[in-house]
T-cell receptor
Framework: NAGVTQTPKFRILKIGQSMTLQCTQD?????MYWYRQDPGMGLKLIYY???????DKGEVPNGYNVSRSTTEDFPLRLELAAPSQTSVYFC????????????FGPGTRLLVL | EDQVTQSPEALRLQEGESSSLNCSYT??????LFWYRQDPGKGPEFLFT???AGEEKEKERLKATLTKKESFLHITAPKPEDSATYLC?????????FGAGTRLTVKP
């Protein structure tokens, strides 16, 4: 099992550009999550999904969109990149939401200039 | 509001010098407390889950304990390869809330 994979590893965007961060898991997990991690801060939840076709907002959803068309894939879309979106983004998955371990991908480092 | 506070922010140890990391939490309806290890440039790697006060789990030089208000990650005779950031997270009925982490450096 590859677990959770993310692409790209690193990307530089100009203000106003758009991009999609890819996330795939091969553990057949129902739940998937997108977090951002900023220096000195805990991971913040952006969006999550409880299964194909079902997504919901987390703590910091503004400026982002998600979709979940399959169990395996959960892409994160940035429509109009802003410097405040400079961060490291992690995708995670779990079997359920309560009391279950979340398994993380290697992360995507995004720099918006 | 649910909160997770980790201390210290950074800890420098000599190889073999045992110590503890603290995770204090306030949460409505604890469903689990999780410890993760994160190496620079990598994603968090799962270490332990604790579900109820009094529970303990061990893995090599690491031992995690849980009370009703805090969790400790005890590191016994650490080695340089234990250097990493250790993250604590609490799961309530809906969310996983993470602390900012403790950055551990073990010098040979």
């Amino acid at each position: 099992n590859a677990g959770v994979t993310q692409t790209p590893k690193f990307r530089i965007l100009k203000i106003g550009q758009s991009m999609t961060l890819q996330c795939t898991q091969d553990m057949n997990h129902n739940y998937m999550y997108w977090y951002r991690q900023d220096p000195g801060m805990g991971l913040k939840l952006i969006y999550y999904s409880v299964g194909a076709g079902i997504t919901d907002k987390g703590e910091v959803p503004n400026g982002y969109n998600v979709s979940r068309s399959t169990t395996e894939d959960f892409p994160l879309r940035l429509e109009l990149a802003a410097p405040s979106q400079t961060s490291v983004y992690f995708c995670a998955s779990s079997y359920s939401r309560q009391g279950q371990t979340q398994y993380f991908g290697p992360g995507t480092r995004l720099l918006v200039l | 509001e649910d909160q997770v506070t980790q201390s210290p922010e950074a800890l420098r140890l000599q190889e073999g010098e045992s110590s503890s990391l603290n995770c204090s939490y306030t949460v409505s309806g604890l469903r689990g407390l999780f410890w993760y290890r994160q190496d620079p440039g990598k994603g968090p790697e799962f270490l332990f889950t604790l579900y109820s006060a009094g529970e303990e789990k061990e893995k090599e030089r690491l031992k995690a304990t849980l009370t009703k208000k805090e969790s400790f990650l005890h590191i016994t005779a650490p080695k340089p390869e234990d250097s990493a950031t250790y993250l604590c997270a609490v799961n309530n009925n809906n969310d996983m809330r993470f602390g900012a982490g403790t950055r551990l450096t073990v010098k040979p």
